[in-house]
């Protein structure tokens, strides 16, 4: 599986919009790039994919870079909810699909 | 709602004691896939099925072991907990395993082996 590199974490004021990079430089032309999250005591919580076009849903925009080596999951508006761990990771075509879940960024929103 | 569902969320069992984690989902989902989280670390996956069809990861111990009775439900079965097997379980549910499928992940169970 390719690897990803996160910032260990990340600090944020509530309301405030947040830029989590994910490094990603050996990511083949197949993979997908999720993020997922994990707030505290909870399981893990899909948040979005993509491919090669940036993508927005209602948790979050993703911008992948044009050479999609990197990418930034993007919230909006932090609030005291979004604190949890963030988790960058990449699906391939040729490997068994599964979830591979790297280190994460653990993200602080401060009221 | 649909959801993943496990219990219990908490479960204490003694070293060597057989225990068992259940899972339950109301998403119709083909594929069921456990994760063992240990303290501060990231989830690692354990197995899956897909459908009927089990997939055990290389490195998951024999110490570990799953059942899938049915679309709904599935078990992990730990044979002989040892202390390292502390750690939260996580079940989690795909419709299928296209590389662009999101997965749905339960509560967990935390799982103390004294």
């Known amino acids: 599986d390719a690897k990803t590199t996160q910032p260990n974490s990340m600090e944020s004021n509530e309301e405030e919009p947040v830029h989590l990079p994910c490094n990603h430089s050996?990511?083949?032309?197949?993979?997908?790039i999720h993020w997922y999250r994990q707030l505290p005591s909870q399981g893990p919580e899909y948040v979005i994919h993509?491919?090669?076009s940036n993508v927005n849903n209602r948790m979050a925009s993703l911008a992948i870079a044009e050479d999609r080596k990197s990418s930034t999951l993007i919230l909006h508006r932090a609030t005291l909810r979004d604190a949890a761990v963030y988790y960058c990771i990449l699906r391939d075509k040729g490997g068994s699909e599964k979830l591979v879940f790297g280190k994460g960024t653990k993200l602080t929103v401060n009221p | 709602d649909a959801m993943v569902i496990q219990n219990p969320r908490y479960q204490v069992t003694q070293f060597g004691k057989p225990v068992t984690l259940s899972c339950s989902q109301t998403l119709n989902h083909n594929v069921m896939y456990w994760y063992q989280q240990k303290s501060s670390q990231a989830p690692k996956l354990l197995f899956h099925y897909y459908d009927k069809d089990f997939n055990n990861e290389a490195d998951t111990p024999d110490n570990f072991q799953s059942r899938r009775p049915n679309t709904s439900f599935c078990f992990l079965d730990i044979r002989s907990p040892g202390l390292g097997d502390a750690a939260m379980y996580l079940c989690a549910t795909s419709r299928d395993m296209g590389q662009g499928r999101e997965q749905y992940f339960g509560p967990g169970t935390r799982l103390t082996v004294t």
């Open positions: 993509g491919l090669t």
């Open positions: 050996t990511i083949s032309g197949t993979d997908y």
